[in-house]
């Protein structure tokens, strides 16, 4: 089955303790993204990556990191999380016109 | 700049036809995307457009005109299970920067 997945689903945490979102697609696409929803505001790309060892800036990328090591994983790391990223995250893959969303976590930063 | 409008909500009777608007002012633009997210869940992928005309997909049919900045979704037939968020999102360049709406709330009555 053509999924992308996510971990933690949930998570509470306190400020400056670094964390790390995984993200995993099983059906081989170059693209990946991460996005940010928020009450009022919508969807906002955080970062997006073309693929292995390609990613760039979305709309907004302060206090979050990427990596794509591997065509299938593109983790979120927030290295000092503050109240401010406290939102609803989703990973996206997409390819041939398509894109796939993962579940979502639920991040609460006190 | 970026900037993508759709109404915030509209209401519908099960049965009816919908059309859900979208109009967006954007740079480099390079496909046009409709997504279905209920709440609390992830969006689900509905239709791409990339050049002018209309794209059918069962019940579900999307518009696009590049030269007015300007797409719908056009729902028929419509079910209690379609109430829902309808996002509309622009990608622009050759990457995979993707903006997004602010969508639409789609509630069908009995």
């Known amino acids: 089955e053509a999924q992308v997945t996510q971990n933690p689903r949930y998570l509470i945490t306190v400020t400056g303790k670094k964390l790390t979102v995984t993200c995993s697609q099983n059906m081989n696409h170059e693209y990946m993204s991460w996005y940010r929803q928020d009450p009022g505001l919508g969807l906002r790309q955080i970062y997006y990556s073309m693929n292995v060892e390609v990613t760039d800036k979305g709309d907004v990328p302060e206090g979050y990191k990427v990596s794509r090591k591997e065509k299938r994983n593109f983790p979120l790391i927030l290295e000092s999380p503050s109240p401010n990223q406290t939102s609803l995250y989703f990973c996206?893959?997409?390819?041939?016109?398509?894109?796939?969303f993962g579940p979502g976590t639920r991040l609460t930063v006190l | 700049g970026q900037n993508i409008d759709q109404p915030t909500e509209m209401t519908a009777t099960e049965g009816a036809i919908v059309q859900i608007n979208c109009t967006y002012q954007t740079s480099g633009f390079n496909g046009l995307f409709w997504y279905q997210q209920h709440a609390g869940e992830a969006p689900t992928f509905l239709s791409y457009?990339?050049?002018?005309g209309l794209e059918e997909k069962g019940r579900f049919s999307s518009f696009l005109s590049r030269s007015k900045g300007y797409s719908y979704l056009l729902l028929k037939e419509l079910q209690m299970k379609d109430s829902a968020s309808y996002l509309c999102?622009?990608?622009?360049?050759?990457?995979?920067?993707?903006?997004f709406g602010p969508g639409t709330r789609l509630s069908v009555l009995p």
């Open positions: 996206a893959s997409s390819g041939e016109g398509k894109g796939f």
């Open positions: 457009n990339v050049l002018d």
């Open positions: 999102a622009v990608r622009e360049g050759y990457g995979q920067n993707f903006v």
